[in-house]
């Protein structure tokens, strides 16, 4: 199947601190990229849809200002917290679609956040 | 709104037939889908049926789908110890607004 790759997988950092996480489709392009959170024993609430070329798509709730989506290429979304806190601490899950109309949706390995 | 639920814990012994359900209560579904996710990893899509199909089948898994109840089940059949993880049903209409359901922590006894 198609593979989506994150980086980092796991990433400490200072309160303040502002962390990017890079979400890739490997061998595959995505138009369209979905930034997801999971909090412990949690299931994944979608944050925003990140859409190749043009400004992300934020859930009701996700502050745009606090978390930048960047999706400049169509192998490439990144997502940026800013001025991280310790609230902000979770594992956050990329996914792409290799198809859109077949409904396919590929996910990263996830990144795990902690903000000191 | 959709609304997609599973219950939250599931345990079997090794070797055993382990079943996962899930309803649904979005109608426009065409999309119905499965995923595992291992403890600090990424969700790996596991299989995914139309729904116009009422089943599916691949090496030891079965889907089924009931779409008039909209009732969506996952059989592992020779349940082993490496299936021990959190399963996700998911729905979409045509690959768009995916919902997703509380996952379902499955536990293999030896």
């Known amino acids: 199947g198609a593979v989506v790759s994150q980086h980092p997988s796991w990433v400490i950092c200072k309160s303040g601190t502002s962390v990017k996480i890079e979400c890739r489709s490997l061998d595959f392009q995505a138009t369209t990229m979905f930034w997801y959170r999971q909090f412990p024993k949690q299931s994944l609430m979608l944050m925003a849809t990140?859409?190749?070329?043009?400004?992300?798509?934020?859930e009701q709730g996700v502050e745009k200002d606090k978390f930048l989506i960047n999706h400049a290429s169509l192998t490439l979304s990144t997502l940026t917290v800013t001025s991280a806190h310790p609230e902000d601490s979770s594992f956050y899950i990329c996914s792409a679609a290799a198809q859109m109309n077949t409904g396919e949706l590929f996910f990263g390995e996830g990144s795990r956040l902690t903000v000191l | 709104g959709e609304d997609v639920e599973q219950s939250l814990f599931l345990s079997v012994r090794e070797g055993d037939s382990s079943v996962i359900n899930c309803t649904y209560t979005d109608s426009s579904s065409t999309y119905l889908y499965w995923y595992k996710q291992e403890p600090g990893a990424g969700l790996q899509l596991l299989t995914y049926?139309?729904?116009?199909?009422d089943m599916k089948q691949d090496q030891r898994l079965t889907v089924l789908l009931n779409k008039k109840d909209k009732h969506l089940s996952l059989r592992i059949a020779d349940t082993q110890t490496g299936d021990s993880a959190i399963y996700f049903c998911a729905e979409s209409d045509y690959g768009q607004n995916f919902v997703f359901g509380p996952g379902t922590r499955l536990s293999v006894l030896p």
């Open positions: 990140s859409n190749e070329g043009s400004k992300a798509t934020y």
């Open positions: 049926i139309f729904s116009n199909m």
